[in-house]
């Protein structure tokens, strides 16, 4: 998902297609892609280290295509950076934001949950 160009509407132009509203609809964007449990459990996987195509998979259980076509949405997204190393393809969170958001979400949605969220039982 590269940004290609802002219009003078605060429209941007997407992978081809034209988003109004800039910056808000490019984060409504990258929210719907954390939608998805796999993407969000991937993302998760992946903070503070990076990993594998083949470890995400077996971690996940998962077959590595299904795991590769995640990825390649969250790449597209700029939620995950790869590298290849030989053969193997590595990711890792593009930012610390990225791990920012999936941890702020995480810990939200604990505290709807529990009396006492386990992220918060683990600091006593």
Same mark, same amino acid.
């Given at each position: &998902? ?12 997407v @992978?081809?297609?034209?988003v109004?509203?800039?910056?808000p @609809?490019?984060f409504a964007l990258?929210?719907?892609?954390? =939608?998805d449990r ?5 993302? $998760? &996987?992946? +903070?503070?280290?990076? &990993? !594998?195509v %083949?470890?995400i998979?077996? =971690? ?8 590769? $076509?995640?990825l390649a ?6 939620l995950?950076t !790869?590298?290849?190393?030989? +053969? !193997?393809?590595?990711?890792?969170q593009? %930012?610390e934001?990225v791990g920012?958001?999936?941890t702020?979400?995480?810990h939200?949605?604990?505290? %709807? ?7 918060? @039982?683990l600091?006593e």
């Open positions: &998902m590269n940004v290609i160009e802002w219009g003078s509407l605060g429209q941007v132009l @992978a081809g297609l034209i109004g509203g800039g910056i @609809a490019l990258g929210l719907r892609l954390l =939608a796999t993407r969000l459990a991937v993302l $998760q &996987m992946l +903070t503070g280290t990076e &990993m !594998s %083949t470890a998979a077996e =971690a996940l259980d998962r077959p590595v295509p299904a795991v590769s $076509q995640h949405k969250l790449r597209a997204g700029h995950v !790869s590298r290849r190393e030989g +053969t !193997s393809v590595y990711y890792a593009a %930012t934001h920012a958001l999936v702020n979400g995480l939200h949605t604990e505290h %709807t949950l529990y009396p006492l969220p386990p992220h918060h @039982a600091e």
